[in-house]
């Protein structure tokens, strides 16, 4: 009688505290292919675009629960085709959707980018480019941003009552790219058929969670399918496209109308690929028996595993879901830059410093002196990021800007007290957070070049990340 009375109590207290409301819905997309060669961007060097094999695009989600005609909270969601969401990209983008959208508040806007390394660069001064026939950066950021904003106000202006669903499917697309050999050091991409080879760095995630949104008549307006790998499967040549997420959502689209908006989510997944490391004949000669790319071929894992989820989430439909939103800074130590690490900089630095075809490598090293000199001068300052947690009935959605290495995405989702937890990297360009056994082992992505915050830091942002979960869940408590 005791157990019965206390857990209506706690009911009671919960309904009090976490108001569930009306849903309401909205999904909009927009290519952000320009019509003109560009550079493309995640290589050191230069790559001019000279065909578009599938269109990049953007996905906006607008959510807002109501009572009555009152907002109670807010979220707009956007997934990019882009390797990430650079500097001053995502106020733009805001400052562009304040005038359009004056009943959002812009700060419960997020940008999150998939990580396709075929996709244009948003950044000037990554690379020496050409006079003329090449969009330049600043001019496709301006293209992009404004295509960005008319699809947030549309996601937002096509918003009604509407259900939601989630479910969790399995696919196997993160495979950990670091090989680690017999003297401890580690390598990215390394190969794993010598005889010093002694195992791959960490975990891989095959977990897929997935939310699912329909009208009031259950058509599928939209999904988001959060998957801890960047869609790096074809990076590299000239084509301009979305990686693995073009097949996807054709896929999809084909199954379950082509007005279906899809949400690619890169989770945590700074040490990890789509393509293997060891096994490679052997998944070569499957994919050639079913008569499929690589491309195709992940498309199809993440397809199997989705309707996996929507088989069971098609039989848990909600509409009246609580949904709240919370946005801090967070800050976290920047990595210390050593004697050691400075010195190597300067002279790399100086190694390319005059010419001009090998700029991204006198950045990537120039960088770690210029914050050397800001560690020694006291001026550098914590790293700040913005964390956005939501919660959405049963599910945590968490946003960081790294290439976040899965170890602490994982300690995130074990220690979330949300039924499913979804963890959205790359909402910003924080660089690789490594942990401390990938440091150990030195190699691209844990070297300090490729990090600004520590693992100290990766630890701290866990914390706080969990911390904002939990304040959401008081039934928890």
């Known amino acids: ?90 106020e733009k983008v805001r400052d ?54 008319e699809a947030i106000g549309k996601s937002w202006e096509k918003r009604r009552i509407g259900k939601v669903g989630w479910g969790q499917g399995q696919a196997v697309v993160a495979q950990n790219r670091r090989a680690v050999y017999a003297d401890g050091r580690a390598e990215m991409y390394g190969a794993a058929d010598k005889e010093d080879f002694r195992g791959m ?62 949400l690619g989510l890169a989770g945590a997944g700074g040490d990890q690929t789509s393509r293997p490391m060891y096994r490679k004949a052997a998944e070569a000669r499957m994919r050639k028996l079913r008569g499929l790319s690589g491309l195709e071929e992940i498309a199809r894992r993440i397809v199997t595993g989705w309707e996996d989820a929507y088989e069971g989430a098609a039989k848990d439909i909600r509409n009246d879901v609580v949904l709240e939103h919370r946005v801090e800074p967070v800050e976290l130590p920047h990595r210390k830059v050593t004697e050691a690490e400075v010195a190597e900089a300067r002279q790399q630095a100086a190694k390319y410093a005059g010419d001009p075809a090998q700029r991204w490598n006198f950045r990537w090293h120039q960088a770690v002196v210029e914050r050397y000199e800001a560690q020694k001068a006291g001026t550098e300052g914590p790293f700040t990021m913005e964390l956005h947690v939501l919660r959405l009935g049963d599910v945590a959605i968490a946003t ?52 600004r915050v520590d693992p100290e830091g990766g630890q701290v942002l866990v914390d706080r990340t969990v911390e904002a979960i939990n304040a959401l869940w008081p039934e928890a408590k």
Request: proline share 5%; net charge negative.
């Open 400 to 451: 960081n800007t790294f290439e976040l290495f899965t170890d602490y995405g994982v300690q995130m989702k074990a220690r979330s007290p949300a039924l499913q937890t979804f963890v959205i990297q790359l909402t910003g360009s924080g660089g690789y957070l490594p942990t401390e056994r990938a440091v150990r082992g030195g190699g691209y992505s844990a070297v300090i070049q490729s990090s």
């Open 201 to 262: 760095e960490g975990y891989q995630d095959h977990g897929l969670d997935v939310l699912f949104f329909w009208d009031q008549e259950d058509r599928l307006l939209a999904t988001a399918i959060n998957v801890p790998c960047p869609s790096q499967e074809a990076e590299g040549g000239l084509s301009m496209h979305a990686d693995f997420w073009h097949p996807v959502r054709e896929t999809l689209r084909q199954r379950h109308g082509q007005d279906l908006c899809v």
């Open 96 to 149: 562009k959707v304040k005038p359009r959208l004056p009943d959002f508040e812009v700060n419960k806007l997020f940008l999150c980018a998939t990580h396709t390394h075929n996709a244009p660069v948003t950044l000037e001064g990554r690379y020496t480019l050409p006079e003329s026939g090449v969009m330049k950066p600043a001019e496709y950021v301006e293209f992009m941003t404004e295509r960005v904003a």
């Open 1 to 90: 009688m005791k157990t019965t009375a206390a857990a209506f109590l706690a009911a009671v207290l919960m309904a009090a505290t976490l108001p569930a409301a009306e849903l309401w819905i909205g999904a909009a997309t927009t290519s952000i292919t320009p019509d003109q060669p560009v550079a493309l961007d995640g290589h050191r060097n230069l790559r001019i675009s000279n065909k578009i094999e599938s269109p990049v695009t953007a996905t906006a989600l607008a959510l807002e629960s109501r009572n009555g005609d009152k907002a109670i909270a807010q979220a707009i969601i956007v997934s990019l085709d882009l390797v990430g969401i650079r500097d001053g990209i995502l």
